[in-house]
């Protein structure tokens, strides 16, 4: 799927996320897959680098004398896991790498990356009928829990610190919901996805901008360092972040609209012209869109990205998306679509000054 010659240029929505998601990119591990990343960009870009940190970097020129630059941010790592001790019989004790939440993990499947490759796990768990008056109501806290490797001896197979992360081969397109994808780590390759949706289409426009792009590692630790390092790095005037919100459910029915469009930031967090200029930009292309209020901590990279060196005009993109931080995050393949329309119709038309 990595040798595709052309990248993700031509590639539908669904292929595009398909082969994000094939990249195992689990916080702090991702620099030996960040040169995947960068090919599957690389036909998107005039120019793209890996940084030493696993950022990948890329530059659309406009062209223009004195052009200002628009940076899109979209994160490439993913929750996961990390071998903490391997036990007699092949079972692992780990614990987790960014937010996960313990209730679902009892019979996940897992990948472990192991040195000399990806090998096939399962996270244990007691039969009902071994469960003591009380257990089967309590969550089992994860340093407590297992994973079986179906060998009879894992220590010389796979060291302390291999990371561990939720398949992907796994995630599909639902025959009876054709525009519906579910699977792991769509926060935020399907950011990402929406970024080059807009690339490939921005490369047939005469851009007054450069448009740069970082899709950065290490977002899950809340600590933005990639981020940090990669806006630093490029010094942009304006930012515009994409990343992934809830989607309503029946037990979270005042979250954003599953199918509902692009959602827009409106905060402390987002520059008020940038974010104003976007709801324009949606209103003038006659696309659905929804306002989201952060009214703190925008939980992006884009809270981080603001200070950096002299700091950037920033505003926040989200895709509505279904259990977060689970194997079985959905979202709507339209959503993503509408993040990288909204992007592509701002910057075709964008001057490099925005106005209240």
């Known amino acids: 799927m990595h040798e595709i010659e052309n990248g993700m240029l031509g590639a539908s929505m669904r292929s595009k996320i398909e082969q994000l998601l094939a ?56 929750i996961g896991f990390v071998v903490t001790e391997v036990l007699k019989g092949g079972f692992l004790r780990f614990r987790a790498v960014g937010g996960v939440d313990p209730r679902m993990l009892l019979g996940a499947e897992v990948t472990i990356g192991a040195p000399d490759g990806p090998l096939y796990g399962i996270v244990s768990c007691l039969p009902p009928h071994l469960l003591s008056a009380g257990e089967a109501d309590k969550a089992l806290p994860i340093h407590k829990m297992c994973i079986d490797t179906g060998l009879l001896d894992a220590t010389s197979v796979i060291p302390i610190g291999t990371p561990i992360w939720f398949p992907a081969d796994q995630a599909h397109m639902p025959v009876i919901a054709n525009d519906a994808f579910t699977g792991p780590n769509l926060d935020d390759r399907a950011g990402a996805a ?64 599953y199918g509902g469009g692009v959602m827009i930031g409106m905060g402390p967090n987002m520059n008020r012209a940038l ?12 696309m659905e869109y929804q306002l989201e209020i952060m009214e703190g901590h925008s939980g992006t990279n884009a809270w981080d990205m603001q200070i950096v060196a002299c700091g950037t005009a920033q505003a926040v993109l989200s895709i509505p998306l279904r259990y977060m931080h689970t194997p079985i995050e959905t ?26």
């Open 23 to 78: 990249i195992p990119m689990v916080t702090g591990f991702e620099r030996a897959q960040s040169e995947q990343v960068r090919d599957l960009f690389a036909p998107l870009c005039d120019e793209i680098e890996v940084d030493r940190f696993g950022n990948v970097i890329g530059l659309m020129r406009s062209g223009k004398p004195d052009a200002k630059t628009v940076l899109l941010d979209a994160h490439l790592d993913q």
């Open 194 to 257: 929406a970024i080059a949706h807009a690339l490939e289409k921005l490369r047939k426009v005469d851009l007054d901008v450069n448009v740069a792009v970082l899709l950065s590692v290490q977002e899950e630790i809340a600590s933005s360092l990639g981020a940090n390092v990669g806006t630093f790095k490029i010094r942009p005037d304006y930012a515009i972040a994409i990343d992934v919100g809830h989607a309503k459910t029946p037990d979270a029915p005042n979250e954003f609209e």
């Open 275 to 286: 974010s104003r200029a976007l709801i324009r930009t949606a209103k003038a292309e006659g």
């Open 331 to 356: 979202i709507k393949l339209s959503d993503a679509e509408s993040a990288g329309d909204l992007v592509y119709h701002f910057l075709r038309n964008f001057d490099g000054e925005v106005r209240l």
